[in-house]
């Protein structure tokens, strides 16, 4: 039935299960200011010790009431998600910034270098005909 319910509402139903939606309860309950022994309760958990004798499972009205403290609504955690991606898009687009100067800054020392690349070919060609100059001036001396 969760699968065939997942299904109708668009989601993949190979990646729901019933744990998923226990799971998902259990964080809206996590969210709620209501005490842990009604969360506990809630989620159909044996309270620990003694705290099970103190706690009053028959008075449905209190756990009516303190149940709907709970949010369900999307809405929230649509906001904090959308707040979220901003925040993120904005970071990704100062990485793009960043990128984009590092490879200028790259492109800058590749033509640096390649300039020097060029006039150290321009010196080496250039030796030949020196050094044949400093064996003539050698050689007048």
Not at 43 to 63: A, Q, T, V
Not at 69 to 88: G, M, N, P
Request: charged content about 40%; proline content about 3%.
């Amino acid at each position: 039935m969760v699968k065939r319910m997942a299904k109708r509402i668009g989601l993949d139903p190979r990646c729901i299960w019933t744990h998923t939606i226990r799971k998902s309860f259990r964080k809206v309950l996590n969210a709620s200011p209501m005490d842990e022994d009604t969360k506990e309760a809630l989620m159909g958990h044996r309270l620990p010790g003694s705290r099970e004798n103190y706690f009053d499972s028959h008075d449905l009205d209190e756990i009516a009431r303190k149940y709907m403290t709970a949010d369900f609504s999307a809405s929230k955690r649509t906001e904090d998600l959308q707040k979220d991606l901003e925040a993120r898009k904005a970071q990704i687009e100062r990485l793009r910034v960043d990128l984009a100067l590092a490879h200028s800054d790259r492109r800058m020392l590749e033509e640096q270098m390649a300039q020097r690349a060029k006039e150290i070919a321009e010196l080496r060609n250039e030796m030949p005909g020196l050094e044949q100059d400093l064996e003539c001036f050698r050689q007048q001396a």
